[in-house]
């Protein structure tokens, strides 16, 4: 089968939303060239491997990839992609030189192209990002290692979005706890809510691509029987009392529309942890939060984006 590349030159800021775009049209599989990653400093005490090559990345920006199948419908695919990348102006995103550019690839290099800018990572005091293909021994007896393929679903389980929810997750996340997943995508929070000790995990997406993405990753981390997954839009529907904590790494515009919505399935004292916010929207996700009877315990920073842990009151 023959592929489309399509390669947006964008900002970091724009690169959640583009995704989420690319992601909603179609596309099986992003990859994310982000020139800050060359001059990031890391680590080499938990096995990973860096192999970049500064030829990769742009010298500024960031191009986001992704890959549609060449048919019939592919021009009309790519100028709804174009509308909708410009529409995100009308949320104040800054979406850079927005340069597109199409060109075409076979299906072998597809494939596996996207795979070397994924490696194990250790992203937190106690979990560590595996990727499936790669060999990786343990640092210490009490590490916690997430198996990760996230195939067509969106989500590698390493961007900064995913990073501060799995941290503020350490945090808020109890022995015992029954916790709500909002948006799975590769299934990666609620993976890590399950080894922290959740008795019950329900992950919702309404993506069923990503339904059966994630369904194989809890299966390949044996919590199969701690994670149940469904296709469902946000929090319709559940019962209101239903978790101690609810996750969501989504974009803060989504964030806004249900902040009543996880109030009530939230438990007295229960936790939201809200993340996919970048600066700007900060502000305002934090009043809707509190509007709907939150206090803001913490606000987690990493690169441009921020993630919020919330107490109901």
């Given at each position: 089968?023959?592929?489309?590349?399509?390669?947006?030159?964008?900002?970091?800021e724009a690169?959640?939303?583009?995704?989420?775009?690319?992601?909603?049209?179609?596309?099986s599989?992003?990859?994310?060239?982000?020139?800050?990653?060359?001059?990031?400093?890391?680590?080499?005490?938990?096995?990973?491997?860096?192999?970049?090559?500064?030829?990769?990345y742009?010298?500024?920006?960031?191009?986001v990839?992704?890959?549609?199948?060449?048919?019939?419908?592919?021009?009309?695919?790519?100028?709804?992609?174009?509308?909708?990348?410009?529409?995100?102006?009308?949320?104040?995103?800054?979406?850079?030189?927005?340069?597109?550019?199409?060109?075409?690839?076979?299906?072998?290099?597809?494939?596996?192209?996207?795979?070397?800018?994924?490696?194990?990572?250790?992203?937190?005091?106690?979990?560590?990002?595996?990727?499936?293909?790669?060999?990786?021994?343990?640092?210490?007896?009490?590490?916690?290692?997430?198996?990760?393929?996230?195939?067509?679903?969106?989500?590698?389980?390493?961007?900064?979005?995913?990073?501060?929810?799995?941290?503020?997750?350490?945090?808020?996340?109890?022995?015992?706890?029954r916790?709500?997943?909002?948006?799975?995508?590769?299934?990666?929070l609620?993976?890590?809510?399950a080894?922290?000790?959740?008795?019950?995990?329900?992950?919702?997406?309404?993506?069923?691509?990503a339904?059966?993405?994630?369904?194989?990753?809890?299966?390949?981390?044996?919590?199969?029987?701690?994670?149940?997954?469904?296709?469902?839009?946000?929090?319709?529907g559940?019962?209101?009392?239903?978790?101690?904590?609810?996750v969501?790494?989504?974009?803060?515009?989504?964030?806004?529309?249900?902040?009543?919505?996880?109030?009530?399935?939230?438990?007295?004292?229960?936790?939201?942890?809200?993340?996919?916010?970048?600066?700007?929207?900060?502000?305002?996700?934090?009043?809707?939060?509190?509007?709907?009877?939150?206090?803001?315990?913490?606000?987690?920073?990493?690169?441009?984006?921020?993630?919020?842990?919330?107490?109901?009151?």
């Amino acid at each position: 089968m023959k592929w489309s590349e399509i390669s947006i030159h964008t900002t970091n800021e724009a690169v959640e939303p583009i995704s989420h775009i690319l992601h909603e049209a179609g596309a099986s599989g992003v990859v994310i060239e982000d020139p800050f990653e060359l001059t990031k400093e890391r680590e080499d005490q938990f096995g990973e491997i860096y192999q970049l090559n500064p030829d990769d990345y742009p010298e500024e920006g960031v191009i986001v990839k992704a890959y549609l199948p060449v048919n019939s419908f592919l021009g009309e695919t790519v100028d709804a992609i174009k509308d909708s990348i410009n529409n995100l102006i009308i949320y104040n995103i800054d979406i850079g030189l927005n340069k597109v550019t199409i060109s075409e690839v076979n299906e072998e290099e597809w494939a596996t192209a996207w795979k070397k800018y994924y490696n194990p990572v250790k992203i937190s005091e106690k979990f560590t990002i595996v990727p499936t293909w790669e060999i990786y021994n343990p640092v210490s007896s009490d590490e916690l290692i997430i198996e990760l393929d996230p195939g067509m679903a969106f989500g590698t389980g390493t961007h900064p979005t995913t990073v501060m929810c799995i941290q503020a997750l350490e945090r808020a996340v109890k022995s015992g706890d029954r916790v709500i997943d909002v948006g799975t995508g590769s299934g990666v929070l609620s993976i890590a809510a399950a080894m922290l000790g959740a008795v019950d995990v329900r992950a919702y997406d309404l993506d069923e691509v990503a339904v059966t993405q994630a369904k194989l990753n809890i299966k390949l981390n044996k919590v199969n029987e701690v994670v149940s997954i469904s296709q469902n839009n946000l929090l319709d529907g559940v019962e209101e009392n239903a978790a101690d904590v609810v996750v969501a790494n989504i974009l803060a515009e989504v964030i806004l529309r249900f902040t009543d919505d996880v109030a009530k399935v939230l438990k007295p004292d229960g936790y939201f942890i809200a993340s996919g916010i970048i600066q700007q929207k900060k502000d305002q996700v934090k009043d809707a939060l509190v509007a709907s009877g939150f206090d803001i315990v913490e606000t987690i920073l990493m690169e441009d984006w921020v993630a919020l842990i919330a107490k109901r009151v």
